[in-house]
């Protein structure tokens, strides 16, 4: 009897916790393109995580911001099979910023792990920081403050995390500057690197390189603390207490997914997380891992989703 209990008990729930013990393929939704930072330590934790849960499969499914792939994992079997890539602009973002969502961040998903936090830096063109004696952020106010509208940020679009960045800077600080906004982040670090913008906000992985080649000049890292992999660089909350902003993305599943399967691949994963080679592949992307409960997960997104409704209001950035 319960024997049969149990087996009545699994059809009911999609027999999820035998297909993970079963070994079966799982799928992993990366919401945007192979070979950025998320593809590639999504990549990296699927190696990791073979011995334990069997095979994980990237799939990449780009648009609409990260919203496709999004959507396909909040619609996907809830049986342990699909998960997917919460991201700042899939999880606390765009809520705010499309006028149509296909999914509702906050009830669509069942949280697993963080995985990772990766600073953002506040980067000017080093000629430019050089021609306007800007060695620091508190120069850069000191200047935006003496010369209203003479500065212009770069960023990848409007609502980018990029620009964001820039509309808090610009209302902590209480100072103007223009937003040019470009088709991705590339095209954004272009323009900064040719002088056709003064400052952006990048991601550090991708920023270091022409900080340390002296093509840039770093004036704070957006973290609460300054970054272990360039100490060197002040944090803005120095300057501007309170300021921190950067970019997280981690592991959920469908909501309907059974807490004991949830639980089992954040045991799975945060181990991964922990393991030395891990550490040292996510050091080169400037990547902190993270791995933490599914209800710790859970109530950092709701935090973020939160934080950023009144910045992406004020910013005035809309996806129609």
């Known amino acids: 009897m319960q024997r049969r209990h149990f087996c009545l008990s699994a059809i009911a729930c999609g027999v999820t916790v035998p297909a993970l013990a079963q070994g079966k393929t799982i799928r992993l939704i990366v919401p945007y393109a192979a ?23 990237i799939e990449n499914r780009p648009g609409a911001g990260g919203n496709l792939g999004a959507d396909l994992v909040a619609k996907a079997a809830p049986d342990g099979l699909t998960i997917g890539i919460a991201a700042t602009a899939t999880h606390a973002i765009n809520t705010w910023l499309f006028a149509k969502m296909p999914y509702d961040a906050s009830r669509d998903f069942a949280p697993i792990t963080q995985m990772v936090r990766v600073p953002n830096v506040l980067v000017m063109n080093a000629e430019t ?29 409007n609502g980018s995390a990029g620009h964001l960045a820039g509309e808090m800077l610009k209302r902590a600080a209480g100072i103007f500057a223009v937003h040019i906004p470009y088709n991705g982040g590339n095209p954004a670090q272009l323009a900064l690197l040719s002088g056709q913008v003064d400052f952006n906000f990048d991601n550090l992985a991708t920023a270091a390189p022409n900080i340390k080649a002296g093509k840039l000049k770093a004036l704070a890292v957006t973290t609460g603390q300054r970054s272990g992999a360039l100490p060197e660089i002040a944090a803005m909350s120095e300057t501007l207490k309170g300021f921190e902003i950067d970019t997280w993305w981690g592991l959920v599943a469908p909501a309907a997914t059974p807490r004991e399967v949830v639980e089992r691949l954040n045991k799975a994963f945060s181990a991964a997380l922990q393991a030395p080679e891990t550490k040292s592949r996510f050091a080169m992307l400037m990547a902190e891992p993270v791995g933490n409960s599914p209800d710790q997960f859970g109530a950092f997104m709701k935090k973020e989703l939160a934080r950023y409704e009144s910045v992406v209001k004020a910013s005035g950035a809309r996806v129609d």
């Open 35 to 57: 070979s950025g930072p998320i593809d590639v330590t999504a990549r990296a934790l699927a190696e990791r995580v073979k011995d334990t849960l069997g095979t994980v499969i």
């Open 129 to 157: 920081a050089q021609r306007l004696n800007i060695h620091s952020l508190a120069d850069l106010v000191t200047y935006a403050k003496a010369n209203p509208g003479r500065l212009n940020f770069g960023s990848g679009g």
